[in-house]
């Protein structure tokens, strides 16, 4: 059985199940499993024709013990999860006509129109399977530059094990992601607006990080995540890379490129690991807006937290890409001493600049780039207008990635990650198109529908937020003690 330790190197090894429920490692680190399965070309084979969540179902039984879950529950599980994503395909690939093999994998049909809904969907869905079976309850507390907190929301709504806290910084999301979580009606979700976050959404990681280290208190409340650093989300996402290579592959083994839009690294750490499990995969492209850590990661071999810049893809304005961490465990010879080194020197400073073998070892097949907002908004108005095909601002910083590198990456098929709806950015299309009716591509039905109900969440100031959530989280508590 596959067992996980922390990236650090604290605490001991723990199971799946442990690995899930806890989010964080004991010691504030990431969860790794000690290794990787690895699949060849038959294994891909095989798949070559399986649908989604059959796909899903053999790459997640490859991580988790049948005695852990069995197989009817893990199939139950994939099934429930998916039933509420709105296309059969679930991710659909469209291809691009101004692109040369160029094909957009849509990983935004799910009932929050984002790319979240494929890891939160499975990863709520499991916890809360595995707290129905040991009959316990827990608190879950999230922190969204807009599209995490929505997905975790809808996914615990009503779930009687769980209570789900999700903050974000008012101002920095858009309205139509604000709605996605205030108008759900269940009393086990509890939105928090924080206004005055100087750095944004990694503001509120902080406050969740000085909760957690509160063990009194995390022991009370039996606090988890679900944010983008649990495994149960990484692991899921390696499943769309292997499902988006099947569909465009002619023959099994040949190459192809990924671009993806990137914030916290989550779905490229996920793309990274399934390479090292044995994905033909080239080049990965780590598209970035000017909240650039990752591409200054990636181009000059250094991490280094910058100020925040309001963009046009707000939902990667991040300025510490925790999951790097998670990565880099695996380029740096699995080394927990090293990876501890780093994050300390980096909490410290605010920098670390990578040692040249290091460098050299994590930048293999990974290219990055920076997109300003004036390149994202051009690339939706150009591919409107000439194949009427409209990007979200996050797809299009990946489209914009892969344009730039074009020559490095070579003529190998193309995929760009599509992570939202371009309805949950009605301004910003408006902006790139130049108009002020939305198209009906920018519409959808279940954003008007939000616009009908009423809201429900707590309001707080970034200044005292520690003090007046974990009083909010613990009244709440205290009052429903009893279920
Ligand atoms: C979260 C998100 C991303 C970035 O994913 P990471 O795993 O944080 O890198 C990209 N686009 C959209 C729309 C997102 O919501």
């Excluded at 790794?32 to 070309?41: A, G, R, Y």
């Excluded at 709605?179 to 509890?190: P, W």
């Excluded at 930048?363 to 108005?381: C, F, Q, R």
Aim: net charge negative; with cysteine; charged share 25%.
């Amino acid at each position: 059985m596959v067992k996980y330790i922390s990236n650090t190197g604290g605490g001991d090894p723990v199971d799946f199940e442990t690995a899930i429920l806890d989010g964080f490692a004991e010691d504030g680190g990431l969860y790794v499993p000690e290794s990787l399965p690895k699949i060849t070309n038959e294994h891909l084979s095989k798949w070559k024709d399986l649908d989604y969540v059959s796909l899903a179902f053999e790459i997640l039984s490859l991580f988790i013990d049948r005695t852990v879950i069995s197989e009817t529950d893990l199939k139950k599980i994939l099934q429930t999860a998916y039933g509420s994503f709105e296309k059969k395909e679930i991710i659909p690939l469209h291809p691009l006509k101004s692109r040369k093999d160029t094909y957009i994998m849509e990983l935004f049909h799910g009932p929050t129109l984002s790319f979240k809904d494929v890891g939160q969907a499975f990863l709520v869905n499991l916890v809360n399977f595995f707290l129905q079976r040991k009959n316990k309850h827990l608190t879950l507390v999230v922190a969204t530059t807009g599209d995490t907190g929505p997905a975790a929301a809808f996914f615990a709504a009503g779930k009687s094990n769980l209570d789900t806290w999700v903050l974000y910084p008012k101002g920095l999301i858009t309205e139509e992601q604000e709605r996605q979580m205030t108008t759900l009606q269940q009393a086990n979700i509890h939105p928090v607006s924080v206004s005055n976050c100087p750095d944004g959404a990694d503001d509120l990681d902080a406050v969740i990080g000085k909760l957690y280290a509160n063990i009194p208190f995390k022991r009370k409340l039996n606090l988890s995540s679900v944010n983008s650093i649990n495994w149960g989300r990484v692991m899921m996402q390696t499943v769309h890379y292997f499902y988006g290579y099947l569909q465009v592959v002619d023959v099994v083994g040949e190459h192809i490129n990924v671009s993806v839009p990137s914030g916290a690294f989550g779905n490229l750490c996920a793309g990274t690991l399934a390479r090292e499990m044995g994905l033909p995969v080239k080049y990965y492209i780590a598209g970035n807006n000017i909240n650039s850590c990752l591409h200054r990661i990636f181009s000059e071999g250094r991490f280094t937290k910058k100020e925040l810049y309001e963009t046009a893809s707000s939902a990667i304005d991040i300025l510490i890409p925790l999951n790097f961490w998670r990565f880099l465990f695996f380029k740096a010879n699995k080394d927990p001493i090293k990876i501890k080194q780093w994050i300390d020197t980096f909490n410290k400073t605010g920098s670390v600049k990578f040692d040249n073998e290091t460098f050299e070892s994590y930048k293999k097949g990974i290219l990055s780039n920076s997109a300003t907002d004036k390149e994202v908004l051009s690339i939706i108005n150009e591919i409107y207008k000439n194949e009427g095909y409209l990007l979200d601002p996050h797809t299009a910083v990946s489209v914009q990635a892969a344009d730039v590198l074009k020559e490095s990456i070579g003529n190998e098929k193309l995929i760009c990650l599509a992570t939202a709806h371009p309805s949950k950015f009605p301004e910003v299309i408006k902006n790139a198109l130049n108009t002020n009716i939305l198209p009906d591509e920018a519409v959808h039905k279940s954003i008007e529908k939000a616009k009908k109900h009423c809201e429900k969440k707590y309001t707080c100031d970034y200044t005292n937020l520690e003090e007046a959530l974990s009083h909010a989280m613990e009244t709440n508590w205290d009052l429903n003690k009893g279920k």
